[in-house]
C-alpha cells in the first residue's frame, strides 16, 4: 500500500456542484495533514491545513478522520478558477524524511 | 513580502555535467525542503534542513545528489555527472519548522528549477 493515496481523477464537475475529494495514509504515525493547489506548471501553493476537529475556510472545507486514516477536502460552489491538482501532505511526527504529498488529485470545472 | 526563490528558473546542461540548484528560503524559516517533480508525476522528496542540523539524505535518489544549507539560510542542491532521468523540476519549500517549542509545517513552495539533461 502507498504510503499516501489519492484518486488521480480527473473529476470533471459543472460550475455550482459541489465536489468531495479523499486521501488516505498508511502510517498511524502522522502528525500535520495539509491540502496544496497545483496549477498546470507552477508550484504548488498551500490551500489549508488539516485539523482534528475540521477546519472550513470560505468555500473550501477539510476534515481529517483518524480511526479510518484518512483526510478530507470538500469544495462547495466551485468556480471555474478552482481547476487545478489537490494535492494531500502527510507529515509523520518526528520523521520529516517521511514527508509524502500524494499524487494529486486533478479537477476540472467546466462551465 | 518576500518568498522563496530559486535560481536558476531553468537549466539546460548535458548528460555528465554537473549542475548547482540554488533555493533562497523566506526569512526566518528554520525548516528547508527539496522536492522533485517528473512530468505528470508528483512530488518526490529528496532532502530536509532544520535550523543548522545535520540533514538525513536517506530521500536523495542516488550518490550523486548532494544538498547543504549555509548559515541555517541558503541551500544549494548539486547533481553530479547528470544523467537524462533527473530532468525534472526540482522544488524549494521553506517552513517556520521548530520554532519556540512548536511545530510549524506549513510549506510554501519556490517556483521550482526546470532541469533538462541532454
Known amino acids: 500500500r502507498k504510503e499516501v493515496e489519492q484518486d488521480p481523477g480527473p473529476f470533471n464537475v459543472p460550475e455550482g456542484a459541489t465536489v468531495a475529494f479523499n486521501c488516505t495514509y498508511s502510517n498511524s504515525a502522522s502528525q500535520s495533514f495539509f491540502w496544496y493547489r497545483q496549477d498546470c506548471r507552477k508550484e504548488p501553493k498551500l490551500l489549508m491545513s488539516?485539523?482534528?476537529s475540521g477546519n472550513e475556510d470560505g468555500r473550501f472545507t477539510a476534515q481529517l478522520n483518524r480511526a479510518s486514516q484518512y483526510i478530507s477536502l470538500l469544495i462547495r460552489d466551485s468556480k471555474l478558477s478552482d481547476s487545478a491538482t489537490y494535492l494531500c501532505?502527510?507529515?509523520?511526527?518526528?520523521?520529516?524524511?517521511?514527508?509524502?504529498f500524494g499524487i494529486g488529485t486533478k479537477l476540472q470545472v467546466i462551465p | 513580502g518576500a518568498g522563496v526563490s530559486q535560481s536558476p528558473s531553468n537549466k539546460v546542461t548535458e548528460k555528465g555535467k554537473d549542475v548547482e540548484l540554488r533555493c533562497d528560503p523566506i526569512?526566518?524559516?528554520?525548516?528547508l525542503y527539496w522536492y522533485r517533480q517528473s512530468l505528470g508525476q508528483g512530488l518526490e522528496f529528496l532532502i530536509y534542513?532544520?535550523?543548522?542540523?545535520?540533514?538525513?539524505k536517506s530521500g536523495l535518489p542516488s550518490d550523486r545528489f548532494s544538498a547543504e544549507r549555509t548559515g541555517g539560510s541558503v541551500s544549494t542542491l548539486t547533481i553530479q555527472r547528470t544523467q537524462q532521468e533527473d530532468s525534472a523540476v526540482y522544488l524549494c519549500?521553506?517552513?517556520?519548522?521548530?520554532?519556540?517549542?512548536?511545530?510549524?509545517?506549513?510549506?510554501?513552495f519556490g517556483p521550482g528549477t526546470r532541469l533538462t539533461v541532454l
Open positions: 488539516v485539523y482534528s
Open positions: 519549500a521553506s517552513s517556520l519548522g521548530l520554532a519556540g517549542g512548536l511545530r510549524r509545517d506549513e510549506q510554501f
Open positions: 526569512s526566518g524559516h528554520t525548516a
Open positions: 501532505v502527510v507529515i509523520p511526527s518526528g520523521g520529516y524524511q517521511k514527508v509524502t
Open positions: 534542513f532544520q535550523g543548522n542540523s545535520a540533514p538525513d
